[in-house]
């Protein structure tokens, strides 16, 4: 049994305000070409389709051609929602899309659903668990234990009813406690949202989303296949990848990964304006990649970002490098955080989920109930 596994294709995705809309229908169109040469049984893709929960009309038409061209090709997919994704919009028309065997997770209600494939040594069970917090468990399963992450979801799984006699892949989108994070992903405080690998045992390969860097959490039955394109410069090091997993007689199984090649690349580069304005030095990068540039200047280059999209068009961040920094302690985004009112946090929050800043109305609500909170 051949799979493709996907994550976090966070279509509709900004990168320091620039669309990256004409990356991600590069990278979707690259990968439809991997799934029709791989002709694999079927494609998982674990959570986090689009960035927002109300993705732009071009998110959401690039998504459907994507679909459109696998569903084409008779290609069976299987579809879990992400913490970015809204459940109830992502899962609308599914009972029309399994016709053409294109498989939705649904927003949980105390069961998952559970697709069936067949090959020449028997069955494998796909489960499609959404993303989980452990206030939707707590709705459905009111006694049970589900006062964080690990016990919301060990109550999910003590509750499905997985035969492990046959081969089960698990789809989900959860941290699992050891996972090496990007800057691209939404973190939560004092890792709150933590899961145990060892909750995912009774499953033959465990397909996750959510951390953006390709890893094995222990063995390769449990995997993060991480973003095909690179979210945040602390990504630029990586290679990014499609994950071909391939399931033989039950407890046997191969992981291999095809590379994938982005339309812009992610590059940091760091010197002195004459440094990186020379010929000598851009001569042999591709100038049309996405770049962070640190100059090491000790004085501040008028018009630096201005005069360096000249060489680099593509330039996203500046900053500097040279004992002014050094020495002035630079506040970390920790302490940036914490300097933020609960009201400031929410409006960011707010915004980010929404496109558009909150009015003074939904200001005054907001700033009301936190009041009530605290003094209650």
Not at 57 to 72: G, K, N, P, R, S
Not at 240 to 253: F, I, P, Q, R, W
Not at 355 to 364: A, D, F, G, K
């Amino acid at each position: 049994m051949k799979l493709i596994h996907l994550s976090d294709l966070h279509i509709g995705k900004k990168l320091n305000e620039f669309s990256l809309l004409e990356d991600q229908k590069y990278i979707l169109e690259q990968i439809t070409g991997l799934i029709r040469q791989e002709q694999p049984d079927g494609v998982i893709i674990a959570g986090d389709v689009y960035d927002k929960a109300i993705p732009s009309v071009e998110a959401v038409q690039l998504f459907d051609d994507f679909l459109t061209e696998l569903a084409q090709a008779g290609q069976a997919v299987f579809i879990i929602s992400g913490n970015h994704d809204s459940a109830e919009r992502l899962t609308f028309g599914s009972r029309l899309f399994s016709r053409n065997k294109i498989h939705f997770s649904r927003l949980y209600d105390g069961t998952v659903p559970c697709c069936t494939l067949t090959d020449a040594y028997g069955k494998v069970h796909i489960h499609l668990l959404p993303f989980i917090k452990p206030a939707a468990v707590r709705r459905v399963f009111e006694d049970a234990p589900a006062g964080n992450f690990n016990e919301a979801l060990q109550t999910v799984l003590s509750h499905m009813e997985i035969d492990t006699s046959e081969r089960n892949v698990l789809v989900a989108h959860q941290f699992v406690t050891g996972a090496v994070r990007s800057d691209s992903e939404e973190i939560f405080v004092g890792g709150l949202d933590n899961v145990d690998a060892s909750l995912f045992a009774d499953f033959d390969y465990t397909a996750l989303g959510h951390i953006h860097s390709p890893q094995n959490i222990g063995s390769g039955k449990v995997r993060y296949c991480g973003t095909p394109l690179k979210y945040s410069f602390s990504e630029a090091a990586q290679e990014k990848s499609l994950t071909v997993v391939e399931l033989h007689a039950k407890g046997e199984l191969t992981v291999r990964c095809l590379p994938l090649q982005p339309l812009h690349d992610l590059k940091k580069i760091k010197g002195t304006y004459m440094q990186l304005t020379s010929l000598d030095f851009y001569q042999n990068l591709d100038r049309n990649d996405y770049f962070h540039i640190t100059l090491t200047d000790e004085d501040d280059v008028l018009d630096a970002v201005k005069k360096l999209r000249t060489i680099y068009p593509n330039l996203l961040q500046l900053e500097y490098d040279n004992r002014r920094t050094r020495s002035s302690g630079e506040i970390t985004a920790a302490e940036k955080l914490a300097q933020k009112s609960e009201l400031e946090l929410f409006q960011e929050f707010f915004e980010l989920q929404n496109n558009t800043p909150m009015n003074t109305q939904q200001r005054e609500l907001v700033q009301e109930l936190l009041t009530t909170l605290k003094s209650s």
